[in-house]
């Protein structure tokens, strides 16, 4: 993963130490703007320290004059001194207001345009990403790492890391006064440091690991509720809700777990160090009140030093809490880097081959590929198939016939083998490229949160209102658009749950006649359209389908019929080839399918599993 400034990371997080780095590297674009915050907090607490040693001098100017007033030797409190100190204390509250506001505006917009790079990465990263890696995970738990996560990071940079500096300042700073008021008062109130230092790692070391364990889980309760929440009619019909409720319940349970522990250790920080710091407090009491007596510093230096103690206790409690919730952005940080992380797919060339106008010639040469290395599922598959053919693809469930044609768009990288477009190798073309090649109607639609219009044109973003409306009309789809509330311009909701399945169906059909590729695939494409809708559809099917090379998976009768090539696969071979005329006659695996599909309503095979 390249970051901002130029530096990459290789290694995937494992500890800490590694993911701070990480976070330092992402950081480090923003030098000039976190080396000003860092003057500005030093400004701040400069100008917010002196302040109390200065209060302590009015009080020192007030108590001697009410002194020499009360032995009688007249009224000697110097007015016009502590007017000018008083101007001084608000000049110099007023400046270090002015730095703070200054630090967190500068780290606000520091936070939004990292927060802003970073998904950026993240969703340039999504489009890198082999298919197999959203195959393998939840969808819920990636939506977490994307969201939760980086939000995590972003408050974290907004709020924690500006407190890490203040707190960190504000501590020298106030040390540094006490010495100069008294160095043996000073040793007297540090007494407590280690023990607040030893109670801060004890801390963050536990609550490391419960910030990660909150995390995970939170990434798990956000893929049972994606998944539950996109299946709710299933979940439904089937009754499913008791469990449901009961697996939600169980990950909530886990979550609320880990959650309390680390929120506990949040919580403790502050009280703890509240006690600690009183224990110094009573301590400089005492110990000032003698030093008062002995003449050896004033009551007012006393009054003040007791301010440093109450302004040191404060930012060490709020460095203990800051560097808590630190645990808490390292956790998701450490999630957010591994998912940068991951095993891309493999680039394209460098100088990827072009060609004007495709033919759809494809080849198929000794192909072998697993979903699992370890497990081969296609072996040694080859065909040839020249352009214009229509090849239907049956075979039962498993037998890989949607695998071959997610190999065909390199969806997947082969094992061993050859595929070949027009001659050229698919390794030798831009994914881009290759993709432009096909159009593909899934036996699953996919329609976005978008008007009907936009949801055609998406393929073909310079296609004209014109096109997309001949498209549905060769799509049968044009008339029912009409009678729709707002027409092309409705606006599908998320789900697409206000037009019915069959109606997608045509719009992704609409969508690939718009395109007008060179090679078409069709994974039962009109599986959800009634059997009038379908007459008309096939018959627009074959008519974009002539001229045009054809992969169809094969359900259907109708389809199977018309094609030019039939390949019968199964477990991951070609046994049978031919027309389906020359299959039926050699009696085969091919003519038990075709014979069994008259018990089945016509169907030869309505699943397919990859």
């Not at 927060?115 to 977490?144: A, W």
């Not at 109450?310 to 998701?332: S, V």
């Amino acid at each position: 993963m390249d970051f901002e400034g130029g530096e990459s990371l290789s290694a995937k997080a494992r500890d800490p130490k590694q993911t701070i780095q990480k976070l330092i590297i992402l950081l480090s674009p923003h030098k000039a703007a976190l080396i000003l915050v860092f003057f500005l907090a030093i400004f701040s607490t400069v100008f917010s320290v002196i302040g109390p040693r200065l209060l302590g001098r009015v009080t020192t100017a007030l108590v001697d004059g009410m002194l020499a007033f009360w032995f009688g030797t007249g009224l000697l409190t110097n007015f016009g001194y502590m007017g000018m100190i008083t101007g001084w204390l608000i000049a110099l509250y007023i400046i270090s207001a002015l730095c703070s506001l200054g630090q967190e505006v500068i780290m606000a917009r520091l936070a939004v345009k990292v927060t802003y790079k970073l998904r950026t990465q993240i969703s340039e990263k999504m489009h890198r990403l082999p298919i197999n890696y959203y195959d393998t995970r939840s969808h819920g738990e990636i939506l977490s790492r994307i969201t939760n996560d980086v939000d995590t990071m972003s408050r974290t940079l907004n709020t924690n890391l500006t407190q890490l500096v203040t707190s960190t300042t504000t501590i020298i700073g106030v040390i540094v006064m006490m010495l100069s008021i008294s160095p043996l008062m000073t040793a007297a109130s540090l007494v407590v440091i280690p023990i607040s230092m030893w109670i801060m790692m004890v801390v963050l070391k536990k609550s490391y690991v419960y910030f990660g364990a909150q995390q995970e889980a939170l990434g798990i309760v956000s893929g049972i509720v994606e998944e539950t929440f996109s299946g709710h009619d299933i979940v439904r019909a089937y009754n499913g809700e008791t469990v449901a409720e009961e697996k939600f319940d169980q990950a909530n349970k886990s979550l609320r777990s880990s959650a309390w522990k680390a929120q506990f250790m949040t919580s403790i920080v502050e009280p703890i160090f509240g006690f600690v710091g009183n224990l110094g407090y009573v301590l400089v009491c005492v110990l000032g009140g003698y030093l008062v007596v002995q003449r050896v510093v004033t009551i007012g230096d006393v009054q003040a030093f007791i301010q440093y103690i109450q302004t040191f206790t404060q930012p060490l409690a709020e460095l203990g809490a800051a560097g808590n919730q630190m645990q808490g952005t390292i956790a998701a940080a450490e999630r957010v880097f591994e998912f940068l992380e991951e095993e891309e797919e493999v680039p394209d060339t460098e100088e990827s081959l072009h060609k004007e106008r495709y033919e759809g010639r494809v080849s198929f040469q000794n192909v072998r590929f697993g979903y699992n290395p370890e497990k081969i599922i296609l072996n040694d598959f080859s065909a040839e198939i020249n352009p214009g053919q229509t090849v239907a693809i049956v075979g039962p469930t498993g037998a890989g016939k949607t695998t071959v044609v997610k190999l065909l768009m390199r969806f997947y990288e082969i094992n061993g083998g050859k595929i070949l477009v027009d001659g050229i190798d698919v390794t030798d073309l831009s994914r881009k490229e290759l993709r432009d090649v096909f159009g593909m109607v899934l036996q699953d639609t996919w329609i976005y949160n978008a008007t009907i219009m936009e949801n055609i044109r998406y393929g073909s973003p310079n296609a004209t209102d014109d096109e997309v409306i001949a498209a549905c009309k060769a799509a049968h789809c044009h008339n029912f658009i009409r009678t729709l509330p707002g027409g092309y311009n409705m606006v599908l909701n998320e789900e697409a749950s206000n037009v019915s399945q069959g109606q997608k169906q045509l719009f992704t059909i609409a969508r690939v006649i718009l395109k007008n590729p060179a090679i078409l695939i069709l994974d039962e494409a009109t599986s959800s359209i009634d059997t009038r809708t379908e007459i008309l559809i096939q018959q627009t099917m074959q008519e974009i389908m002539q001229g045009r090379t054809s992969f169809v998976i094969a359900h259907r009768l109708s389809t199977i019929r018309n094609a030019d090539i039939i390949l019968v696969m199964k477990d991951g071979d070609i046994i049978e080839t031919g027309s389906h005329d020359q299959l039926l006659e050699t009696g085969g695996f091919y003519a038990d399918l075709y014979n069994s599909q008259f018990e089945q309503g016509g169907v030869i095979d309505d699943e397919e599993s990859a």
